[in-house]
């Protein structure tokens, strides 16, 4: 087989073989095709699309690029959960230790940032110590002994799709179906839990824009897990502005305490609540959603899962004591600054996808080659779509260590919110189940 021959098919909208598929990811990994090569071979995908059987095939050869995790000396169902991606989503921060408090074994492999959304292992890497490598056996044990574990995904695990997803963001082909759907599926396959539950999120700071595209990816998501021998479940959740009030690495783990003590934003913990939820359940926790929400609850206002994130931040190395001292301990930006509206009237609309980039422009969230994310600038957002707003009045904080940065953001701020003249009903979070 040729690599330029399978690119061909492939840009003429032929359907490709399962060796064809394996050819191209098994010579990428071990160095015999070029990124440019790849490069062309995802750009024609990403006009043609995959079918069913390509995808299938392309997620297959992902999970064979390198090892699996074995979780089988776990007692138990081992549950993961894995989010498409979005503006403010520190949901993994509050659902890991949450799910372990009330007995469920969360095995959790995870990424670092994708475009304009935050990674679960960079918003981790802001606390004093914290390590998001863990070894595999290291990993193991501590599931086995705390009955949990965040990891950052290794080079040795699901090789080809670290290579490929970088440069997928690259390429502008994030936003494929089918290489979203075997990215995703492959690193859970190869992260070893038993059951799978997916975050789709659609509106504009996601990677989907619609419902229908969101709709097609849980589907595909549920199949793929299901042919490949794991329980799967998914939630389409809404993300046309940011989730919570928290968008910047530092800031987010900081919400994420405050959800796990019970006094976090509403969105965010109705929809760790939804995915937490059907995590017990199908890990055999709880016997329906409303038991298993009931637990949840229990957990929360009982004090165990806050306990439990910071026996997670004290096995992984990190300072625990961020759990009480937030704002001394974890990074703060040397410049806050109040962003406000030149006119009054209700929020309408919150761009999340220009939130975003708004921080990104402030210096967090993407990682350039290895370079050191700055964790601790963001926005925080007082003000939410609904609110009534007078002129002058403060809407978001804007935290900077570059001063000069500030005035460019609040003009991004100033397109992405809207104002509307009658009061507006923010849409509801989950809009879709998979169950």
Known sequence: MNILDIIAKKRDGLALGDDEIGFVVDNYVHGEIHDYQVAAFLMATYLQGLSENETL???????????????????????????????GDKVS???????????????????????????????????????TQLGMEEFVDQVSKIGLAI?????????????????RDATATVSSPPLIASSIVSKKIAGGADVIVYDVKVGSG??????????????????LTVKLDRKASAVISNMDQPLGEAVGNSLEVEEAIDVLKGRGPADLTELCFAIGSRMLMMGGVAGDLSEAA???????????????????????GGDERVIESPRELLPHASYVD?????????????????????????????????APIDPSVGLLFLRDVGDYVSAGEP??????????????????????????????????IILESFD
């Open 395 to 428: 809407v978001v904080q804007l935290h900077a260590n570059d001063p000069h940065k500030l005035i460019a953001v609040a003009e991004m701020l100033e397109s992405a919110i809207t104002l509307s003249a009658e009061p507006v009903e923010r849409a509801p």
């Open 338 to 370: 109040d962003f406000t509206l030149a006119e009054e009237g209700y929020i309408g609309r919150i761009d999340a996808e220009m939130v975003g980039r708004a921080v990104l422009e402030l210096g967090a969230g993407r990682r350039e080659k290895d």
């Open 151 to 167: 990891t950052a995904q290794t080079a040795e695990v699901c090789p080809a799709d670290k290579m490929i997803y970088s440069l």
């Open 206 to 223: 996601a990677f989907l824009k619609t419902v229908e595209e969101a709709r097609e990816l849980a589907g595909t998501l549920v199949n």
């Open 294 to 316: 009931d637990k949840l609850d229990d957990a929360i206002h009982s004090g165990q899962a806050i306990k439990k994130f910071a026996e997670l931040i004290s096995y992984q």
């Open 57 to 87: 095939a392309l997620t297959r050869a992902m999970v064979d690029s390198g090892e699996r995790m074995d979780l089988s000396r776990i007692p138990g169902i081992k549950v993961d959960k894995h989010s498409t991606g979005g503006v």
């Open 93 to 131: 921060l509050v659902v890991v230790p949450l799910v372990a408090a009330v007995g469920g074994r969360v095995a959790k492999m995870t990424g670092r940032a994708l475009g304009h959304t935050g990674g679960t292992a960079d918003k981790l890497d802001s606390i004093p110590g914290f390590r």
